[in-house]
């Protein structure tokens, strides 16, 4: 099936910090979505990008569908604590009835 | 308020014993969604359903089984088949017309030993 690769894996940063992920995948999706799970909850989604190269703002969350269709980036500007957790990237195309989700990037935010 | 939940946060079984996770959404969602999440691993699909009274096999459906009789409920049983059963459990809806927007409950985390 169809699979996403996330980096990184892992982010270390400190407080103030722009920060940055992507996802790549060797198939096309026409949609692009980003969750955020904080410990022990269920994700929320951040972001949904439907249309290549879409730029789309969420606060300080920037998103970006790749213009070829196979890849997005997450940018978050100027982080604080509350930013910690695990970012899944997610792909999916219509009518597929599914998305293909990545395996996070898990973000620490040191004060 | 509109949402979707799942109860018990916590849950624990013996080994050989069947155990159903309950899953609730009053926002009119179509789909919905089982997912198993292992510590620090991402979301593995099991079932999946977008009509109620029809459902399809994920990516992990092997000792799982799920019924789908009320839009607004999506039952999952985990059965004694399942080999390594404690994880963590997410369930999900969505509109059907924007099925990737995905909506998830708190999750319900099943020990069994």
């Known amino acids: 099936g169809q699979q996403l690769n996330q980096s990184p894996q892992s982010m270390f940063i400190q407080e103030g910090e722009d920060v940055s992920m992507n996802c790549t995948s060797s198939s096309i999706f026409n949609t692009w979505l980003w969750y955020k799970q904080d410990p022990g909850e269920g994700p929320v989604l951040l972001i949904a990008l439907y249309k290549a190269g879409e730029l789309t703002s969420n606060g300080r969350l920037t998103a970006q569908f790749g213009i070829t269709r196979k890849d997005s980036f997450l940018n978050i500007s100027a982080s604080i604590p509350s930013d910690v957790g695990i970012y899944f990237c997610?792909?999916?195309?219509?009518?597929?009835?599914?998305?293909?989700f990545g395996d996070g990037t898990t973000l620490t935010v040191k004060p | 308020d509109g949402g979707i939940t799942q109860s018990p946060k916590y849950l624990f079984r013996k080994e050989g014993q069947n155990v159903t996770l309950s899953c609730e959404q009053n926002l009119n969602h179509d789909a919905m969604y089982w997912y198993r999440q292992d510590p620090g691993q991402g979301l593995r699909l099991i079932y999946y359903s977008q009509i109620v009274n029809d459902f399809q096999k994920g990516d992990i459906a092997e000792g799982y089984s799920v019924s789908r009789e009320k839009k607004e409920s999506f039952p999952l049983t985990v059965t004694s088949a399942q080999k390594n059963p404690t994880a963590f459990y997410l369930c999900?809806?969505?509109?059907?017309?924007?099925?990737?927007?995905?909506?998830f409950g708190p999750g319900t985390r099943l020990t069994v030993t």
């Open positions: 999900a809806s969505s509109i059907s017309d924007r099925g990737h927007e995905q909506y």
């Open positions: 997610a792909g999916g195309n219509t009518n597929a009835g599914k998305s293909t």
